[in-house]
T-cell receptor, first 115, second 112 residues
Framework: AQKVTQAQTEISVVEKEDVTLDCVYE???????LFWYKQPPSGELVFLIR??????QNEISGRYSWNFQKSTSSFNFTITASQVVDSAVYFC????????????FGQGTELSVKP | NAGVTQTPKFQVLKTGQSMTLQCAQD?????MSWYRQDPGMGLRLIHY???????DQGEVPNGYNVSRSTTEDFPLRLLSAAPSQTSVYFC???????????FGNGTRLTVT
C-alpha cells in the first residue's frame, strides 16, 4: 500500500523560530516523486517542491529547506526564521511513477506562527 | 493566464439534489483530477483523467460521476447529494508524467 503520514497535526511557533514539518511515506515503488504543497488561510494550494526518488540531495530555497532520506522514507521540510506569513497548512504528497494526476496526500500539518 | 478555474466557489444543496461542479484549464494539460478535502484527512482522489475520453476512479469515487469530452473541461457530477459529500472540492491539472499538479481555488459544498 502507498501511504503518506504527517504525524504533526498542529504546530505553533513564535516568529523567528525554526520549525520542521515531518513527512513519512510508504511505497514499494523504486521510482516515485514527493511533493510539498502549502495551503494558506485563503484556501488555494501552492506547489513548493518536487523531489524524485533518485535524488537525495537536500534542497534549499530561501528560508525553506527539504531533507530527503530514502533510508528512513522521510521527506522533512524545515522553515528557518519563521514568519507570520508562513502560517498555513502544509501537505506532503507521494506521486507514483508516471501516474499523472494522482497524488497521495498526507493529512496535513497546520502551522501557526505567532508574532 | 487563468490556470485552473472552478465554479461555483460555494454551493449549498439539499439531500437528494444533483449538481455539477465545473472545472476548466487553459494550459493544454492532458491530466486532470478531482480531490476532496476533509478535516484531518488531507486530500483524497475522487476521479482522474489522462486525456479526453479517458477517465478512471480514484480512492473515493462513490456518488460521483465524471466525463472528459474536451481537453479543457472536466466536470464532476453529484447525482444524488448526501451529507457525507459535504467537503471542499479541488480540481487539478498537470502536464503528465510527474509534473506538479496545478490546483483550482476549490468549491466549498454543503449538503443539508
Amino acid at each position: 500500500a502507498q501511504k503518506v503520514t504527517q504525524a504533526q497535526t498542529e504546530i505553533s511557533v513564535v516568529e523567528k523560530e525554526d520549525v520542521t514539518l515531518d513527512c513519512v511515506y510508504e511505497t514499494r515503488d523504486t521510482t516515485y516523486y514527493l511533493f510539498w504543497y502549502k495551503q494558506p488561510p485563503s484556501g488555494e494550494l501552492v506547489f513548493l517542491i518536487r523531489r524524485n526518488s533518485f535524488d537525495e540531495q537536500n534542497e534549499i530555497s530561501g528560508r525553506y529547506s527539504w531533507n530527503f532520506q530514502k533510508s528512513t522514507s522521510s521527506f522533512n521540510f524545515t522553515i528557518t526564521a519563521s514568519q507570520v506569513v508562513d502560517s498555513a497548512v502544509y501537505f506532503c504528497a507521494l506521486h507514483p511513477y508516471n501516474q499523472g494526476g494522482k497524488l497521495i496526500f498526507g493529512q496535513g500539518t497546520e502551522l501557526s506562527v505567532k508574532p | 493566464n487563468a490556470g485552473v478555474t472552478q465554479t461555483p466557489k460555494f454551493q449549498v444543496l439539499k439531500t437528494g439534489q444533483s449538481m455539477t461542479l465545473q472545472c476548466a484549464q487553459d494550459m493544454n494539460h492532458e491530466y486532470m483530477s478531482w480531490y476532496r478535502q476533509d478535516p484531518g484527512m488531507g486530500l483524497r482522489l475522487i476521479h482522474y483523467s489522462v486525456g479526453a475520453g479517458i477517465t478512471d476512479q480514484g480512492e473515493v469515487p462513490n456518488g460521483y460521476n465524471v466525463s472528459r469530452s474536451t481537453t479543457e473541461d472536466f466536470p464532476l457530477r453529484l447525482l444524488s447529494a448526501a451529507p457525507s459529500q459535504t467537503s471542499v472540492y479541488f480540481c487539478a491539472s498537470s502536464a503528465g508524467g510527474n509534473s506538479p499538479l496545478h490546483f483550482g481555488n476549490g468549491t466549498r459544498l454543503t449538503v443539508t
